[in-house]
């Protein structure tokens, strides 16, 4: 018996040592697929950005009779001082500052409220995670269309949905996403989008966070008579703090990247009536695309990763100090 | 006096018991009022979308809005199916869909093996390059795809025309066919599939393809399921790649024909109830995947935070 499995081990191992061998060629042929695509559209593409980045008014292509682009800052510097850029810079900066805090602590709050009942939970965990499943770009025309007045001058049929709604609480009609529309109400339209988008997914993982936290900490500060809001700031919040340091991580990473919300609810003009003042990194990175300014275009997403980094990397280092593991 | 103490005693008890009801009672009301107008918030803009897809022109304009439409009119999802050639787009957005689904599928597969059950030298040091990639914007990739797919090569002073693929079927399937993400998902689902099952399988004298084919992936169909929905939503939700590469009409993808749609009639006015049945038009497949296959998109989105 003991015999026959000594022999069956030394089988087995006899087996996987072939396999070793063999395996060295066929790892790399079962990898090559993913391989050969990604050397072609990952992995050159971000050697190229940094190449391209650093090529002096690189236009995608070499200079006719083997003349060589100069190696320099210069992209970087023209985009910099490009106007358009400072506009999108501001844009993408407002659009984190203002949507991330809000959809973060509205989230928290729906979540919390979500895990403290039980009747209609389930259907309301649906309802929640709607927005989720969308095209963004099909939802950003509803936007539109709720905030849009038809009609001109004294013409003017209807005020929109939303104007009819903030008109019961006696606010005037306000211009939001019409032609000379200002720039601030087209702020107001695109952070409502966006935190209205945002939202799902961050009650999705707190959620998860928070029906994993161990009711006995919550006995143990009723029995001590602690108040609700002194347990959600010192139980709570630091029990889902690993989960609020991801959702928060993400969203700005995502905020960053903001792009097609604005093309849902502006069209490809990024602003009212196409001036593009509603206009984001991204933005101005596919702008340049295809007007052949591919140093440029390489320069500003180079500065967007740069800002991403950093800011990962402050989130990072915050959440260390911060976070309650 | 003990007796005394003792009614003190119950008095207050029975006080502090129904002040403690009248506010968990007051505390439910406050929660319940929230959530119930936050998901009022969340709905509405679905309700308001529906709603006036059904609407006469002229009752989207009245001055008095109608949360409910005086009488249902089918005619804009008519006119929107013609003026945004709908048919069409749906035609194309399926084609590139399933294609890149079953091409990407089959190299995720791939590749999730050979990181999860091959032993390779390297192995380690190209997961890891791998999961790097997953940082970067991906924007970064797109100026030299852009640049590529057009034909303009590095040291190339002219266009090359032969390597200009714009305007076809293919440029928007391969560049997007890799997902590190996707390749991640399945890999860890393998490991968890006993490493002794393929030493026995090897005894067998199985080969490898056959154990992926008959072992591996019949134990991993939810997460097959989950890489398959999300693949089928990117193609659907597909906006910025397709708008720079093939935006012209016999390739144009779903979002883009809806963005670029006109709905405006001959006075220069924008049919808003047709708009609003495209818009329909396209989320209900959204609605329906959401409402059969949740708990795939759950299980694959909880993990990454991206959508699509």
Redesign the interface.
Known sequence: MSKEKAVKKK??RA??DN??VK??????L??S???I??I???????L??F??AFLNGYN??????GEKFTIGIENFKTVINYVDFKLCLKNTLLLCVITVPISTT?AL??AV??N??KP?QKF?Q??????????????G???N??F?R??LGDLI??QG?IN?IIGIFGIEPINFVNVGSSWGANMFVVCTYII?NA?P?KI??LL?GLQNVNKQYYEAAKIDGTS?IRTFFRITIPLVSPMLA?VII?SF??GF?E??SI??IF??GMGPGGNGQMNTL?GY??NM??KSN?GN??AA??I??GI?LIVTAINGYVSKKKVHY | MAEFNNAVKEVNVESVKASQRTSKIIRYTITYLFLGIMAIIVIFPFYWMIISSFKTMDEYRANVPTLWPQNFVFENFVTAFSKANLMDLFAHTMFVGVVSTVLSLIVTVFSAFAFARLQFKGRNLMFGLLMATMMVPGELYTITNYLTVSGRLPFVSEPVEAFDITNTFAVLIFPMLVSVFYIYLLRQTFMQIPNELYLAAKVDGTSDFKYLWKVMLPLSVSTIITITILKMMGAWNAYIWPRLVANDAAHQLITNGLRGASFTDEFGETNYPAQMAAVTIVSIPLFLVFVFLRKYIMRGVSRSGIKG
């Open positions: 089988k087995l087996v996987s396999i070793d395996n060295q060629f066929k790892g790399w079962y990898l697929p993913a391989l695509l990604l072609i559209f990952s992995f050159y593409p971000l190229n950005t190449r391209m995608g292509l070499a200079i006719v009779g509205l709050l729906i409220a979500l403290s009942i209609l309301l649906t309802v929640f995670f709607l927005p989720y499943v969308t095209n963004s770009i099909a939802i025309m509803v936007f269309a709720m849009t038809v009609g049929q209807t949905i009819n209205w939202i997914f999705l993982v998860g609700k991801y993400t990473i995502g990247k792009y097609s093309v849902g069209g490809d991204v990175v596919y695309l295809p591919s275009a390489s997403s180079l967007l990763f991403i």
